[in-house]
């Protein structure tokens, strides 16, 4: 059953990424609820030992993915809250599996100096067109993304294996998604093919994290 999904999850994100790039709004939206509801069931039936954080993780994801479909400021807040919640889900689930001994401190205050970096620059950018009212949530959102990859590099540096090199590329992904998400929604200048960079960088991510913490268990 668990390769019966991963096509459906595959398939279903093909459409969707194809929908994406041609700016097809319908089809985007009759196919966004589908892709993670096929990546938590392709999980459920391969992981031998199933997480409850991890697929609290999916879930919330999935539920943000569909409160963004509608468009409104409200429909966005909506989702945001809802992809806060997962990214301190997937928090949670690294933090089982750290090994916190073996830690470099040096290396991981450097690494969240780089997304502080990244942050200021996405918003530099943002700050002359994005509304006053969801800038300052804008910026917090996108910290507690950048916390979920500091946690998921603390993982990768004190457990160095394929899985927890597959879990952090997923959370570079996924930083890289939202900041995206947010330079298309709001930046003065269309970005290029809209939403088909956000979704790609998303959907790889989603399945990468799943994978890496599955073969991690």
Known sequence: ??????????????????????????????????????LLLYYLFAAEAKNGVLIAAIATSWLGDVLLIPQGNGWFTAGGISFMISHFC?????????DF??????????????YCALIFLVFRALRPTAPKKLYGGLIFYLFCNASMNIFAFMLLISRPCLATALTYIGAVSFFAS????FLTKFYKKPMWRGH??????YIVAELLITQGIMMLG
């Open 196 to 201: 088909f960079p956000v979704m790609l960088t």
């Open 90 to 98: 997937f928090i949670a689930v690294y933090v089982m599996s750290v």
């Open 1 to 38: 059953m668990q390769i019966l999904f991963l096509v459906l999850f595959a398939t279903v994100s093909v459409v969707h990424l194809a929908a994406s790039f041609v700016s097809n709004k319908k089809l985007r939206a009759a196919t966004k609820g589908f892709i993670l509801l096929f």
């Open 178 to 181: 939202d900041s995206l998400l």
């Open 101 to 114: 001994a073996n830690v470099n401190i040096l290396l991981t205050v450097l690494a969240f100096l780089v």
